[in-house]
């Protein structure tokens, strides 16, 4: 039995999480891999029973090195999903039959100048945005929209 096949399947449940400053600046961080693509973090559930919240909280610390519960940072539920084809050359990484993701999207907001550590086997650049300038960016039809939707979840929160 090889590696990949030891590796146990990917949930097709995911978060997008828009880490933004107070000033609506956007943290995209580019992939590896020579695509180029910008994103916001994403990743997918390591278990059935992880509510989407501890799946956000934990890729944010292990994409970006943000611990999204230090003092200042604001982790909001936008309670928006997507629902998404996979792409035909990931479908292997999911179970026979699985052709669909839901993806939960989220909100971050840190503190102006907090620090970014990036997980080099993921990714290998990171650029603060204007949240119009990231949605244009972004790689992702889904995580530009969540760029665009971002000043309405922060007027959201300040009420």
């Given at each position: 039995?090889?590696?990949?096949?030891?590796?146990?399947?990917?949930?097709?449940?995911?978060?997008?999480?828009?880490?933004?400053?107070?000033?609506?600046?956007?943290?995209?961080?580019?992939?590896?891999?020579g695509d180029g693509h910008w994103q916001s973090?994403?990743?997918?559930?390591?278990?059935?029973?992880?509510?989407?919240?501890?799946?956000?909280?934990?890729?944010?610390?292990?994409?970006?090195?943000?611990?999204?519960?230090?003092?200042?940072?604001?982790?909001?539920?936008?309670?928006?999903?997507?629902?998404?084809?996979?792409?035909?050359?990931?479908?292997?990484?999911?179970?026979?039959?699985?052709?669909?993701?839901?993806?939960?999207?989220?909100?971050?907001?840190?503190?102006?100048?907090?620090?970014v550590v990036l997980s080099p086997r993921e990714?290998?650049?990171?650029?603060?945005?204007?949240?119009?300038?990231?949605?244009?960016?972004?790689?992702?039809?889904?995580?530009?929209?969540?760029?665009?939707?971002?000043?309405?979840?922060?007027?959201?929160?300040?009420?």
């Open positions: 039995m090889t590696a990949a096949q030891q590796r146990p399947y990917k949930l097709p449940e995911s978060v997008l999480v828009v880490i933004h400053t107070p000033a609506l600046e956007v943290l995209l961080i580019r992939r590896t891999g973090v994403t990743g997918s559930k390591d278990r059935l029973d992880e509510a989407f919240e501890e799946t956000a909280r934990r890729e944010v610390a292990e994409e970006t090195g943000i611990d999204a519960q230090a003092t200042g940072c604001v982790l909001t539920d936008w309670a928006l999903e997507n629902v998404y084809d996979i792409w035909p050359q990931w479908l292997h990484r999911y179970a026979p039959g699985v052709v669909r993701n839901r993806e939960r999207v989220f909100g971050l907001c840190v503190p102006a100048g907090t620090p990714h290998d650049d990171f650029e603060w945005l204007p949240w119009q300038r990231a949605a244009e960016r972004c790689f992702s039809a889904s995580n530009a929209e969540a760029c665009l939707l971002l000043p309405r979840f922060t007027t959201q929160q300040a009420k």
